[in-house]
T-cell receptor
Framework: GEDVEQSLFLSVREGDSSVINCTYTDSSSTYLYWYKQEPGAGLQLLTYIFSNMDMKQDQRLTVLLNKKDKHLSLRIADTQTGDSAIYFCAESSTDKLIFGTGTRLQVFP | DTEVTQTPKHLVMGMTNKKSLKCEQHMGHRAMYWYKQKAKKPPELMFVYSYEKLSINESVPSRFSPECPNSSLLNLHLHALQPEDSALYLC????????????FGDGTRLSIL
């Protein structure tokens, strides 16, 4: 079955870049997503990439997709304290989202 | 600000109570979802409605009963819940079910006494 994995924790200094990684197993995935969840809140859709793309940039966010290795990453430039949250990657093939385990990003001054 | 609105934000209920969670979206989406999320875990899919018809039930116990009165509204009726049902319940919507990004509400934090 499908499986999506992420590292559990990442700590970065304010102003540095953060890179959150994700691996998935379903080669038929069509879209891959990044969601952000702040404490006590729902999931905020940050960005997504179609599987025939290898990179997408949106302001401070850069998504890289290596389809051969089934590896997805999210780079946050100039990380701010407001970026502290849990980040979930997710894959979809048809009508379901399969979420990763989530990466807790902690930003320190 | 989220475009998917969930009420109430918090709910405490006893195991014999009956309550309902509500979700509303006005983005013209035709697919709506219920998820359950336990602390420090990813959301788990419960139900999917497509064009107001239930299309997926992920083997959810019958004490959870979904309802989609129209394309903008989604309810989750709760009855005789167990303490392990305490969780954050998230609603989401998308244009259609296939390959479309899902937009989430802020959830209802449910506590069962």
């Amino acid at each position: 079955g499908e499986d999506v994995e992420q590292s559990l924790f990442l700590s970065v200094r304010e102003g540095d870049s953060s890179v959150i990684n994700c691996t998935y197993t379903d080669s038929s995935s069509t879209y891959l997503y990044w969601y952000k969840q702040e404490p006590g809140a729902g999931l905020q859709l940050l960005t997504y990439i179609f599987s025939n793309m290898d990179m997408k940039q949106d302001q401070r966010l850069t998504v890289l997709l290596n389809k051969k290795d089934k590896h997805l990453s999210l780079r946050i430039a100039d990380t701010q304290t407001g970026d502290s949250a849990i980040y979930f990657c997710a894959e979809s093939s048809t009508d379901k989202l399969i979420f990763g385990t989530g990466t807790r990003l902690q930003v320190f001054p | 600000d989220t475009e998917v609105t969930q009420t109430p934000k918090h709910l405490v209920m006893g195991m014999t109570n009956k309550k309902s969670l509500k979700c509303e979206q006005h983005m013209g989406h035709r697919a709506m979802y219920w998820y359950k999320q336990k602390a420090k875990k990813p959301p788990e899919l419960m139900f999917v409605y497509s064009y107001e018809k239930l299309s997926i039930n992920e083997s959810v116990p019958s004490r959870f009963s979904p309802e989609c009165p129209n394309s903008s509204l989604l309810n989750l009726h709760l009855h005789a819940l167990q303490p392990e049902d305490s969780a954050l319940y998230l609603c989401a919507s998308s244009q259609v079910t296939d390959y479309q990004p899902q937009h989430f509400g802020d959830g209802t934090r449910l506590s069962i006494l």
